[in-house]
């Protein structure tokens, strides 16, 4: 089988020739001769490890990563990552290496920040690799994530008490805030950011820019929420709720909680978290509250803010409405017989 050599053409060098029966001419993008036969070579043998191994053997991580983010992957936490497997062909890193590599890079961190941070884009990047062809899917176990108690979610008799105390206190900006967080599932950053140009009273929507993702987010506002928005007289350009600082947020959060003698909670607490488990607990899809939340991973949803703390009685009672009424009268007149349940003492 014919090989391939270097052949300069305007003084650019090319690797050209017949490789597996087609006709080839790459660039090698260089000017220098004994370069340029290096690079012919390494090419050649590139082509001939995938003509024998398959593209798993050839194709690096790197290059995934690449063709990830250029189709829209996210890509905050992937530098890291795309470090540590620098140089490896995508093919032949296997799930407990990505487990070790969350170890490696982050030794002090939770689990919840080693699987958002390490296992999670790894395995995107590797699946999405898959999707193209150039290796075999991946599955990774991820690290066991403790629920956080600081993180406890508020009901509404907490929220009402909040809001008595903070309308009380003078402070309508931080009442409407919180309330917004907990009702759109907003983060606390996302909500000081939002200006009034972009809420519709009207349509009760607010357009949220991300803070994550850099994409915009609408959330819906109930009738409570649009009546306090609406009572703060929205400037075009101003921002909505006041604040700049989110610390500023959590320290009145905290200052209201005392006055009103309730538990307190963290902006993150009283909002998001409270929203993914309030709205689960009302009966709302997980598909729904993550959409309206703006959630791409389930698993992440499930495994850290929904708190279903009611999960038995609600099943109790989709089961009780399924067999309807039932007389209970007549479960108490079944005659009983004396029934002995397993061996018996002394008995075979």
Not at 77 to 87: E, M, N, S, T
Not at 210 to 235: F, H, I, V
Not at 268 to 288: D, L, P, V
Request: glycine share 8%; with cysteine.
């Amino acid at each position: 089988m014919p090989g391939l050599k270097p052949d300069e053409r305007e003084g650019i060098w090319y690797a050209v020739g017949t490789f597996n029966g087609k006709r080839i001419r790459k660039s090698l993008g260089t000017r220098d001769e004994a370069q340029a036969r290096e690079l012919c070579a390494l090419y050649e043998a590139k082509l001939w490890k995938r003509h024998t191994y398959g593209e798993a053997a050839v194709r690096t991580f790197e290059e995934a990563a690449v063709s990830y983010l250029e189709q829209g992957g996210e890509g905050r936490y992937v530098p890291k990552v795309l470090k540590f497997f620098k140089g490896r062909a995508i093919g032949s890193i296997m799930p407990a290496e990505i487990r070790g590599a969350a170890l490696a890079l982050y030794p002090k961190a939770t689990a919840a920040t080693r699987n958002r941070q390490v296992v999670t884009p790894a395995r995107s990047i590797i699946n999405h690799a898959h999707d193209l062809g150039w290796c075999g899917p991946v599955k990774v176990k991820q690290f066991d994530v403790q629920r956080s108690k600081k993180n406890k979610p508020v009901d509404r008799d907490w929220m009402d008490k909040f809001l008595a105390e903070s309308d009380k206190s003078g402070l309508p900006h931080l009442s409407a805030c919180v309330l917004f967080m907990q009702q759109t599932g907003a983060r606390v950053s996302e909500a000081i950011n939002l200006v009034g140009q972009y809420v519709d009273l009207g349509a009760r929507v607010a357009m949220l820019e991300k803070t994550k993702t850099d994409e915009w987010s609408p959330r819906y506002l109930t009738a409570e929420l649009t009546a306090r928005m609406a009572a703060l007289g929205l400037g075009k350009d101003q921002r909505v709720f006041g604040y700049t600082d989110r610390q500023a947020v959590n320290r009145r959060i905290k200052a209201v909680c005392k006055r009103a003698k309730i538990e307190p909670r963290s902006s993150h607490a009283a909002g998001r978290h409270s929203f993914a488990t309030n709205a689960i607990n009302g009966g709302a899809r997980i598909k729904e509250a993550m959409d309206a939340g703006g959630w791409k991973s389930a698993s992440l949803f499930m495994q850290t803010y929904v708190h279903s703390e009611e999960a038995g009685r609600n099943v109790a009672g989709i089961f009780d409405r399924e067999a309807g009424l039932f007389d209970a009268k007549m479960v108490q007149s079944i005659k009983k017989k004396h029934v002995r349940f397993g061996k018996q003492k002394g008995k075979s």
